[in-house]
């Protein structure tokens, strides 16, 4: 996939083998694994690390390799089920808590040109990804600023 402000072309990433069913070495029931989704959104980790954390720390010593293949659900839809979900997307958390730092860069240096240039490139991201959750995820009035940003990360 290309990166969107920048010349280069990027490189083409690694896919999941091909699996039907968990490998028979993780054998934990649906149930615990669904418990530690939930127990590790409400310790305010998002979807993502989740699944690290599983694959890496697993249920009860036992690593989890695919969640999706363990319980026929994804992590964000175990957390939706259970009402645990997070209040902003991930990717709209993450290039918000980007374009907050950023501003807070350029008050300290406000002669960095090329940081400039990167806060200007990810607001207009931020923009766009609001623009398609509007509605669904996200309130219909929901407006990206500086001052609603922190508000929404202090939360």
């Given amino acids: 996939m290309t990166r969107m402000h920048n010349p280069s072309r990027g490189s083409s990433g690694s896919d999941n083998p091909v699996a039907d069913e968990p490998p028979e070495w993780s054998d934990v029931d649906e149930d615990a694994i669904e418990e530690r989704v939930v127990e590790l959104a409400e310790q305010g980790h998002d979807p993502a690390m989740i699944g690290l954390k599983l694959r890496d720390e ?10 999706k293949l363990a319980t026929g659900k994804k992590v964000t839809e175990i957390l939706e089920e259970n009402d645990a979900d997070p209040e902003l997307p991930s990717d709209l958390r993450n290039l918000i808590e980007q374009a907050v730092n950023l501003r807070d860069h350029m008050e300290e240096n406000p002669q960095d040109h090329q940081n400039k240039r990167a806060l200007q490139n990810t607001e207009a991201k931020i923009r766009r990804l609001a623009d398609y959750y509007r509605g669904d995820e996200l309130d219909e009035d929901f407006t990206y600023n500086y001052e609603v ?3 929404l990360l202090e939360e």
Avoid at 58 to 67: A, E, L, N, S
């Fill in 58 to 67: 697993g249920v009860k010593g036992t690593p989890i390799p695919d969640v």
């Fill in 149 to 151: 940003a922190v508000e």
